[in-house]
């Protein structure tokens, strides 16, 4: 079913836009897909969240409105055909507010969300104590569907280095998360930080929240703020920031008086603090006898009780047993379980598989992008595993219409078309990439600790979007007994693995690059039935990264060379004497400007160094004496100019597999790698049959030892390439489907 | 005051609280919170309400936050262009007028199809069974 979801601004680190992206996951994990629409978005946010023009509901589709301060959705809910939701975000109480410029919004928030209330099938309350709001609003159909943090994005080595400095160690301190607004009675913390100065002189307290400036007595209470020694108002600060926050407190406290979700309590058990709150709102189900909870602000008393649980390490052990506790209870599974009843209350129910009897399985294959015009490696090695299977399985490929990896553009037509007798189905990408756009996020993002949000807004504009297959998987998902997708890093991966996860399984080609470090990526390795992957390097990467990852099997790829001739290539491309011949896309991300400068080095030390030859796509212009750009080669000439290589050369640092070293092992050719991939390392270590190197003189050395010991290395290329064959790796696909197929 | 949690001997950890304030010669104090839960707005009777107070687009507004010379420069040039504010403000302020009547009829028009609907929907439930199951007559043409 498709759920879309409105939400008034999206703004990364906002509670709203975070509960948005929060409901996306736990929708894809229940087998639902829908887009996120908003009236403003953050630069970088504009892959994931779409405006409010492109928004198309069915009949047949559920909206939720993310509502709490007046705004111009829920009139744009109630005129909007479809089924309708409200997730309620609370309104603080208007008490706070007189006078401020927030007033009206809060009053006009208050009378939409009763005025929805005839109108919506579903009331969705982030807490019991929102969830009693609704009701009270009229809503008849309400449920309770609480927000979960992952723990791992609040460990310690997630903190913000730079405010772990800022921040010291002080003996003792309080902290406190959360908007600086009059709700948030930060003069009651400022009130209790004075009381604990009484016991410690150097007591400090550390307050991370927007101050709400609008209201004059929040500017006010900054002013005080900056009197009272230790203070620190940080204003609104970035996830790495916030967790170095909690991380350098003794005590978590939480002083308002309208806590609508639990967020930052639940935060505050992720990142290990004591929390001590005030019993209001949504706090005493969230802590649930975790922590401590108070209903009075007896100020003095509150002190001593603060510093005992900051400095008594029996009492603070205790008490973070038993937040750990609470933290598994609240997981994402209890609130993906929440979410499922509420769905299932208004006519949403999980989608299921439909149990036909076949003769041979039915299978979609998922990958980026797939055609004879298509060159990439993990594209090449899907259409081989396709070919393979093909007696074997019903088979569907579900793909974008893009031949280009850079932008995604449609060039293909979307829709229902045939590649070597294969039936493909196209998805049309609504937004072509821009890679400017996204090199720019990705130079802010990636080596720190980030949200959520933050990294599926890198991962929606890293592309290639395809609204259309998520769409076909949740409404018709349920017509294919199973699917393998290819490559994790991609969104049309990444998104469609949670949709249909029980019957998936995922070759994840990875390899150890930046992306593999966000925490979002998780959902592609735990949830698939199998992993199917190429190297034992590979598995030990995805270990490391992932440790609860799902089963894996290392399976890779068979190497069935043609009949060869290496003179052919010869004579074709002039090449008489001896060449080294890398075989792929001939760009930056390839390793070839470093290739470039090692053959440079071997070109002046020694008189008679071979040719380099590259064959493929090139997105570089290259002028280098001994070099040969020959552009795109057929696939007979790649075997031919393989066999007749001095060696095969394997500049990249980033594989997962090296098709091209297997080939050329296939055809008795040894390998000259680059030392960084291990991928490369533990295929030259295990066969022998060539040599790495790490720099340019190491490259020199390896071509020379290439030269004297070639015929010794070819033999051992064609014992290793032996344990590649296709009848292994067709066995293991079958095998494989077969468990998800025929259970038990 | 009561303390909350399970991983705590609360009366003893307040009590051991409490005399550590007495050794220091603290008294403590309670400070008043009021947690009364906020009233739910009728949206129709709301929205007229707010229609009436904003219907004059002419009526200057508060600007006592920005502090007083700000207050004093807006009112003086309030007073010197009013003249041409309120006639260029002439026709919004009839058409916010229009919009406050229509919805204010549109408004009362529906509370009180909703009191009707209520009305008859307690008076069937009242109904015996048999009533309401009862076929209805239809009246027989008569021939000419």
């Keep these: ?744 | 005051m009561k303390l909350l949690g399970r991983d705590i001997d609360a009366r003893s950890l307040l009590q051991a609280a409490r005399e550590r304030l007495e050794a220091r010669g603290i008294r403590e104090d309670a400070m008043a919170v009021d947690d009364e839960p906020e009233p739910v707005l009728e949206p129709l009777s709301f929205l007229v309400r707010a229609l009436e107070e904003n219907e004059d687009p002419t009526l200057p507004v508060s600007a006592s936050e920005r502090g007083a010379p700000v207050s004093v420069v807006r009112r003086v040039f309030r007073l010197a262009s009013q003249a041409l504010i309120d006639e260029v403000l002439e026709r919004q302020r009839l058409f916010n007028a229009r919009v406050r009547e229509a919805d204010a009829q549109l408004a009362a028009e529906v509370l009180q199809l909703r009191a009707r609907v209520e009305a008859l929907e307690s008076a069937a439930a009242k109904q015996p069974r048999g009533a309401l199951l009862a076929p209805r007559r239809r009246p027989r043409k008569r021939r000419t």
Excluded at chain 1, 30 to 35: E, I, N, R, S
Excluded at chain 1, 435 to 456: H, I, K, P, Q, V
Excluded at chain 1, 513 to 518: D, I, K, R, T, V
Excluded at chain 1, 536 to 564: N, T
Aim: glycine share 10%; net charge positive; hydrophobic share 45%.
């Design chain 1, 1 to 744: 079913m498709v759920v879309h979801q409105l939400v008034p601004h999206f703004r990364i680190g906002d509670p709203t836009a975070q509960a948005a992206v929060q409901f996306q996951v736990l929708l894809r994990r229940l087998g639902h897909w829908g887009g996120l629409f908003s009236v403003s978005r953050e630069p970088g946010t504009e892959a994931l969240v779409q405006p409010l023009e492109a928004l198309r509901v069915r009949a047949e589709d559920l909206l939720l409105l993310h509502h709490g301060v007046g705004s111009q959705l829920p009139g744009r809910l109630l005129h909007t055909p479809g089924r309708r939701g409200v997730v309620f975000h609370g309104l603080p109480p208007l008490r706070f507010h007189r006078r401020t410029s927030l007033e009206p919004a809060l009053l006009s928030g208050r009378a939409q969300l009763s005025g929805m209330a005839p109108h919506v099938g579903l009331g969705i309350g982030l807490s019991g104590f929102g969830a009693a709001e609704l009701r009270r609003a009229g809503y008849a159909n309400v449920h309770t569907v609480p927000l979960f943090v992952e723990p791992e994005r609040f460990g310690p080595d997630r903190v913000d280095p730079a405010l772990r400095t800022r921040l010291g160690s002080a003996a003792f301190g309080l902290v406190s998360v959360g908007p600086v607004a009059p709700h948030a009675r930060v003069e009651d913390l400022l009130a209790l930080h004075r009381e604990v100065l009484r016991i410690r002189p150097d007591a400090r307290l550390v307050v991370a929240g927007e101050v709400d400036r609008r209201s004059p007595a929040m500017r006010a209470l900054e002013v005080e703020a900056a009197r009272t020694p230790g203070v620190t108002l940080l204003g609104q600060v970035s996830h790495a920031e916030r967790v170095a926050v909690y991380r350098s407190g003794s005590v978590f406290v939480s002083m308002g008086e309208h806590e609508g979700s639990g967020v930052p309590l639940l935060e505050a058990m992720a990142g290990e603090v004591p929390v001590l709150a005030y019993a209001a709102g949504a706090v005493p189900e969230t802590l649930d006898g975790a922590g401590i909870g108070f209903d009075e602000k007896r100020f003095a008393l509150l002190a001593e009780l603060a510093v005992q649980l900051g400095t008594d390490a029996r009492l603070r052990a205790r008490i973070l047993a038993g937040q750990r506790r609470r933290l598994q209870v609240l997981g994402a599974g209890h609130s993906e379980e929440r979410l499922g009843a509420a769905l299932d209350s208004v006519g949403v129910p999980r989608p299921s598989r439909t149990r036909a009897r076949r003769r041979r399985p039915r299978v979609g294959i998922i990958v980026q992008r797939y055609g004879p015009e298509i060159t990439g490696g993990a594209e090449a090695h899907a259409a081989q595993v396709v070919g393979r299977m093909l007696p074997h399985w019903e088979l569907r490929v579900l793909t974008s219409c893009a031949t280009d990896h850079l932008t995604w553009a449609n060039a293909l037509p979307p829709g229902e078309s045939t590649v070597d007798g294969v039936p493909v189905l196209r998805f049309p990408n609504p937004r072509p990439r821009r890679m400017r756009e996204l090199n720019a996020l990705s130079r802010r993002l990636f080596g720190r600790s980030l949200g959520r949000d933050e990294e599926e807004a890198w991962m929606a504009l890293q592309g290639p979007l395809l609204p259309g297959l998520w769409r076909h998987l949740a409404e018709r998902g349920g017509e294919y007994d199973g699917f393998v997708a290819f490559t994790y890093l991609y969104v049309s991966t990444a998104w469609s693995v949670p949709l249909v996860a029980d019957r998936t399984l995922l070759v994840p080609t990875a390899h150890d690059e930046e992306p593999l470090a966000f925490d979002a990526y998780a959902e592609v390795f735990e949830r698939p039935r199998a992993l199917l992957v190429n190297t034992p390097e590979e598995l030990e990467l995805i270990q490391r990264r992932f440790p609860r990852h799902a089963r894996a099997r290392v399976v890779g790829v068979g190497v069935d060379p043609p009949a060869v001739r290496a003179e052919r290539f010869r004579g074709r491309f002039e090449l008489p004497g001896d060449y080294l011949l890398y075989v792929g896309r001939v760009e930056r991300g390839k390793g070839i400007p470093e290739l470039l400068r090692a053959y440079g080095r071997l070109r002046a030390t020694v008189a008679d160094a071979p040719a380099l030859v590259l064959a493929g796509e090139a997105s570089m212009d290259i002028r280098a004496e001994g070099v040969r750009v020959l552009g795109r080669v057929s696939e007979q000439e790649k075997w031919d100019g393989l066999a007749g290589a001095l060696a095969a050369v394997v500049p990249s640092a980033k594989e997962s597999l090296s098709l091209l070293a297997l080939e050329a092992f296939a055809v008795g050719t040894p390998v000259l790698g680059n030392a960084e991939s291990p991928v490369v390392r533990g295929h030259l270590e295990r066969s022998r049959a060539g040599l790495a190197y790490e720099d340019a003189p190491a490259f020199v050395g390896a071509v020379a030892r290439l030269q004297r010991n070639r015929a010794a290395m070819a033999r051992a290329a064609r014992r290793y390439a032996s344990r590649y064959g296709w009848a292994r790796v067709v066995d293991a696909y079958r095998e494989e489907m077969d468990a998800i197929v025929r259970p038990g």
